[in-house]
């Protein structure tokens, strides 16, 4: 199966199965690029948050016309947070970015129980690295893109490219089918 890819400068589709990296700058303003990934050609989606909470979230799909119908969110910073928070209604919750085998958890159940065309995005492979470590994080990252693969759903992972090692970032790259690349300006690069 292939699903459009509504992102300037990268392929028009890709399969199902492939996981893109978007190496940015930590101010990069990535929410146009996610938003676009997300509403374009997708029956469901699941967002990863492990750097705003559910609310945030809820925010900017609504400010990017995002269908909301459509969305699952996983609020990975509410609890740590201290803000008392039950599952339901499309938002589920781990203990803290750092959980990474509950993130993980989560996201197959997801594309275990939801049909069509799935997306996912993970914002950010560079706070769960943050709250776990670099290794754990990567891990993490392969599992997910294996559950991709398994369910023929794509993802999109977010990485601040200035916040890491250029060996990790490059690290990460190699893991990746896709790479797009937002520079400080804007401009938009990618890499298949």
Do not use: W
Request: no cysteine; net charge negative.
């Amino acid at each position: 199966m292939d699903y459009a890819l509504a992102v300037e400068d990268t392929p028009e589709t890709i399969a199902g199965g492939t996981g893109v990296l978007l190496v940015h700058p930590s101010t990069g303003e990535t929410d146009r690029i996610d938003t676009d990934f997300l509403k374009t050609d997708t029956d469901h989606f699941l967002v990863v948050s492990t750097r705003t909470t559910a609310r945030e979230v809820e925010q900017k799909l609504e400010h990017y016309d995002v269908d909301r119908e459509k969305a699952t969110i996983l609020d990975a910073l509410s609890i740590e947070r201290g803000y008392s928070r039950r599952s339901g209604e499309g938002v589920h919750y781990v203990s803290s970015p750092d959980d990474l085998e509950g993130i993980v958890e989560t996201v197959g159940e997801f594309l275990d129980t939801h049909s069509g065309k799935l997306r996912v995005s993970v914002d950010s492979v560079t706070e769960m690295a943050y709250y776990a470590d670099e290794e754990r994080a990567r891990e993490a990252v392969a599992a997910l893109l294996d559950l991709l693969e398994t369910h023929d759903a794509v993802g999109l992972f977010h990485l601040a490219e200035e916040v890491h090692d250029e060996s990790v970032v490059e690290d990460y790259r190699e893991l990746f089918d896709g790479v797009i690349s937002l520079d400080i300006d804007g401009e938009v690069r990618g890499t298949f």
